[in-house]
C-alpha cells in the first residue's frame, strides 16, 4: 500500500513539473527579455524623444508682465469708451434742454397770441395760420421728447408738477385743488423741464 501511495504521488509531483516546465518554457518563448530591451535602445537611438519625460516649459517672466500689462490697458480703454459715451450722452441731453427751454418762450408767445385772436375775432385765415405753426413747432419738439403736462380745473394740486403762484376762495373747487392753469409746463422725456404755474384753491374761507 505505502509503495502504491508513494508512486501516486510521485507520479503527481512529476506531472506538476512537467506542467511547470511548460508554462515557464511558453512564457519565455512568448516574451523575450533581451529582445525587449534591444526594441527600447533601437527606438530611442533612431528618436532620442521616444520615452522620455516631456520637457516643463518655464513661463517668461517678460510675456507674463506683458500679457497683465496689456489687460490692464484693455481694461483702462473700455472704461475710458464708457465713460467717454455717458459723457457724450449727457451732454446730448443738456443740450437739448437748454434748447427746448429756450423755444418754450416762444410756444408761450404762440399760445398768447392764438388765444388774442380769438378773442378779438381776427382774420380766420390769419389765427389758422398761427395755428398750423404753432402745431409744427410743437409736433418737432415733441420728435425730441417734449409733451405737455395736462392739467385741468378740480386737478390736486401736486408740488412736483405745480407752481402755486396764488390762492383764491373757490364755492366750487375744493381746497388744494386747481382752480385755474395761467402757464403750461413740460416734460422732456421722463424729466419735467418746466412746472405748470397754477391758482389754487383755499376753499370757501377766504384767500390763502
Known amino acids: 500500500m505505502k509503495e502504491a501511495e508513494e508512486k501516486e504521488n510521485l507520479t503527481e509531483e512529476e506531472a506538476f513539473e512537467s506542467t511547470t516546465e511548460g508554462v515557464e518554457t511558453s512564457v519565455e518563448e ?14 530611442q537611438a533612431e528618436d532620442p524623444d521616444v520615452l522620455e519625460e516631456p520637457e516643463v516649459v518655464k513661463p517668461d517672466p ?6 497683465v500689462q496689456l489687460l490692464r ?37 404762440f ?10 375775432e381776427a382774420h380766420e385765415e390769419m389765427l389758422k395760420g398761427f395755428e398750423m405753426v404753432r402745431g409744427q413747432l410743437g409736433t418737432t419738439l415733441g420728435k425730441y421728447g417734449l ?12 408740488p412736483n408738477e405745480h407752481e402755486a403762484i396764488t390762492h383764491l376762495p373757490s364755492p ?16 422732456l422725456g421722463n424729466r419735467l423741464l418746466r412746472p405748470a404755474q397754477v391758482v389754487v384753491s383755499s376753499g370757501t374761507g377766504g384767500e390763502g
Open 62 to 67: 517678460q510675456e507674463e508682465a506683458a500679457t
Open 147 to 158: 409733451s405737455v403736462l395736462e392739467v385741468q380745473e378740480k386737478d390736486a394740486f401736486d
Open 172 to 187: 366750487e373747487v375744493p381746497e388744494g385743488a386747481v382752480v385755474a392753469m395761467t402757464r403750461k409746463g413740460y416734460r
Open 111 to 120: 399760445d398768447l397770441g392764438i388765444d388774442n385772436c380769438k378773442g378779438q
Open 30 to 43: 512568448a516574451v523575450d527579455l533581451d529582445d525587449v530591451s534591444e526594441s527600447v535602445e533601437t527606438a
Open 73 to 109: 490697458l484693455r481694461a483702462d480703454f473700455d472704461n475710458f469708451r464708457k465713460r467717454t459715451r455717458r459723457e457724450k450722452e449727457e451732454w446730448t441731453q443738456r443740450c437739448l434742454e437748454n434748447l427746448c427751454t429756450d423755444l418754450l418762450t416762444v410756444l408761450d408767445h
